[in-house]
């Protein structure tokens, strides 16, 4: 199999699988906006000045909810791949 051949394949599974790059893309988002969330928390805390309570709410509730979302993404394409190989 030539390398534009594979390539030409993965995009078309791509391409086939918005609901599934929505998850992947939601769960980066909230993991990127969570960590940023953090490194505001900490850079307060040195400057010894309160953080607003969202930037707690969002790094407390973001972690959790973006890794749930990337593992669902990385099980719909586990599925996904399976069922495209005929394996499972």
Do not use: C, K
């Amino acid at each position: 199999m030539s390398s534009t051949t594979s390539a030409a394949h993965g995009a078309h599974r791509r391409s086939g699988s918005r609901p599934a790059q929505a998850l992947l893309w939601s769960g980066v988002v909230t993991t990127a906006l969570s960590g940023i969330a953090l490194l505001v928390i900490l850079s307060l805390y040195f400057m010894e000045t309160d953080p607003h309570p969202a930037f707690y709410v969002a790094a407390l509730w973001g972690f959790p909810l973006g890794f749930a979302l990337l593992i669902a993404f990385l099980l719909l394409s586990v599925n996904r791949r399976r069922r495209g190989t005929g394996i499972g």
